[in-house]
């Protein structure tokens, strides 16, 4: 089994959960995101990685969440910046898309790579 590799632009602690400081992340999505950071050309502030199913939030849920699997997060990135993250990750095949432009703070761009189910059709886009 080889090593987790986090790429060149993040690194586990941006990821792991804030419940149980555990980090379940997908290999695949990490590569993907890396090519996401790479053609955006920013940084990118992750604001929620891996949660546990632990967590309060998936805990509360029927079945745990897209952030439970390894394959999502949530990046703060507001207004236009928004726009052009959200047209990039959808080229580089990301298939599900949380958008949340609401207020002046907490504005954030959820992206997965949960595949396409009866339970969770993909690819989506939502509003929060």
Not at 21 to 41: A, P, S, V, W
Not at 86 to 97: C, D, I, P, S
Request: glycine letters at 8%; one cysteine or more; proline letters at 5%.
């Amino acid at each position: 089994m080889r090593e987790f590799d986090w790429g060149k632009y993040f690194t586990r602690s941006e990821f792991e959960c804030s419940h149980t400081h555990t980090c379940e992340m997908d290999q695949e999505f990490i590569d993907r995101l890396n090519k996401l950071r790479e053609e955006y050309g920013k940084p990118l502030t992750i604001n929620s990685g891996y949660r546990s199913p632990k967590h309060p939030i998936e805990a509360a849920k029927k079945t745990p969440g897209a952030h439970a699997s390894g394959k999502a997060c949530d990046i703060s990135v507001s207004r236009q910046e928004a726009l052009k993250l959200l047209e990039l990750a959808m080229r580089l095949k990301f298939t599900g898309f949380g958008i949340n432009q609401k207020g002046s703070s907490g504005r954030f761009l959820h992206l997965d790579t949960l595949e396409n189910s009866s339970a969770r059709p993909r690819p989506t886009i939502w509003s929060y």
